[in-house]
Every structure is written in structure tokens, then in C-alpha cells.
């Protein structure tokens, strides 16, 4: 059988994409257990198996390993909510971006909670990143609702807002009692609560004689 342990791994020459992912995920696992300010990169080193002047060769110091985490984790999210904007039906739609932070807040590594509940939201850098990955998935869902609705373009991103702000905290919610809710039950529910609001909001269809529809279904 193959040694995994730190010391053979310590050993090994791997290209650089595959230590740089190598030392994300250890990062990961630290960052995560310790937060960003008692992490030590002796410990992010120690925990993939490398010296620090191989993690300091590819991170040049603690903020930007952290800073690269959240990219590559917001871009996992991003990524899933497009995918469910891809989708055509509108009841799908919904129901699969819910979903989707559901199951990026139940991943294993917990990487929400370098996004969700960071302890360095203040970090002018990291802020930054927080900020636009919420924008950025309200962006991409007010280009649906503008585009089948009468809705302005900062009404849209307003509702867009609120749908991200409202499936990230009954996702975190359901995280903490899983083992009394399921993710089914709880994503169902929030996804049907999220399609009565946007009810409100009624399709405009091209042509006459086309019955308007709301963006979100009303149906269970």
C-alpha cells in the first residue's frame, strides 16, 4: 500500500497545480478548525506534509493563502448557481439554486464557513471578495427576472439579493439541526416559500393571446 504520511508525501516532487491544491486543503482543514488568526503556516505546512519555504513559494504569506480559498469557494458557488440558471423551467431554477447552497454549506471541509462566517469580513481584500460573490449570484438571477418580467434592473438585483441572503441562512440553519430536518425537507420548503414571493411577480409573455405567469410557481 501507497504511504500517505506526511513525511513520504514530504518526500514526493508533484507538479505545481497539484501542491498548490495540496496546500489549499490543508489550509483548509486549518483555517477552518482554528480561524484565520490563530492559523500559523507552520501548522498549514506540518498538515501537507512540506517544508514553509515550499508553502512560502507558492503563497507568499498567510492573506493570500487565505484569499485564494475563498476564490477557488466562491467560484464552486458561483458555478453551481449558474448551472441552475441554465436550467429553463422556472420552478427548477429555484429549486436547484436553493439546493445548491444546501449542499455547499453540507460539503465536506466546511468551506462555507470561509465565506458565510468568516472571522476576517472585516479584511478590506476579503470583504471585497464576500461582497461581490453575493452581487454576483444576485446579478446573474435579476438577467431571469428582468428578462421574463416588467421589473427594473435594481428591483431585480434587490429580489436577487434577497433570494441569496435567504437560501444562505436557512442553509446554515438546516446545518446546525440536520440531524432532526433533512435537506430534502428543508431545502422543499424554503424553495416553495421562495417561489410564492417571486409569485409576486408576474411573467410578461410575448404575444396576446399568452397568459402571464409568475417567475416562481406557486405549485409545491
Known amino acids: 500500500m501507497p504511504d ?4 513520504a508525501v514530504r518526500g514526493q516532487r508533484l507538479p505545481r497545480s497539484e501542491r498548490r491544491a495540496q496546500l489549499l486543503d490543508a489550509a483548509l482543514g486549518v483555517f477552518v478548525e482554528n480561524g484565520y488568526h490563530s492559523a500559523a503556516m507552520d501548522d498549514i505546512a506540518a498538515r501537507a506534509g512540506v517544508s514553509k519555504p515550499v508553502l512560502y ?54 468551506a462555507f464557513r ?25 446579478e446573474a438571477m435579476a438577467e431571469i427576472i428582468t428578462s421574463e418580467t416588467s421589473m427594473e434592473q435594481e428591483e431585480a438585483v434587490l429580489v436577487g439579493v434577497a433570494f441569496v441572503g435567504m ?20 431545502v422543499r420548503v424554503t424553495a416553495a416559500l ?14 396576446a393571446d399568452k397568459p402571464k405567469e409568475s417567475v416562481g410557481t406557486t405549485a409545491g
Open 57 to 110: 513559494q507558492h503563497f507568499p504569506g498567510k492573506l493570500e493563502l487565505y484569499l485564494a480559498l475563498i476564490d477557488q469557494h466562491t467560484g464552486e458557488l458561483e458555478q453551481l448557481v449558474r448551472d441552475a440558471l441554465a436550467l429553463e423551467d422556472n420552478k427548477a431554477r429555484i429549486n436547484t439554486m436553493t439546493r445548491a447552497y444546501f449542499d455547499f454549506v453540507g460539503q465536506e471541509g466546511a
Open 114 to 138: 470561509l465565506i458565510f462566517e468568516s472571522d476576517l469580513a472585516n479584511e478590506p481584500e476579503v470583504r471585497k471578495r464576500l461582497d461581490q460573490i453575493d452581487l454576483t449570484c444576485a
Open 167 to 186: 437560501a444562505q441562512t436557512a442553509a446554515r440553519h438546516w446545518l446546525t439541526h440536520e440531524a432532526t430536518l433533512s435537506e430534502d425537507t428543508a
Open 194 to 207: 421562495i417561489r410564492r414571493g417571486f409569485g409576486a411577480f408576474p411573467s410578461v409573455r410575448s404575444g
Open 4 to 7: 500517505d504520511s506526511p513525511a
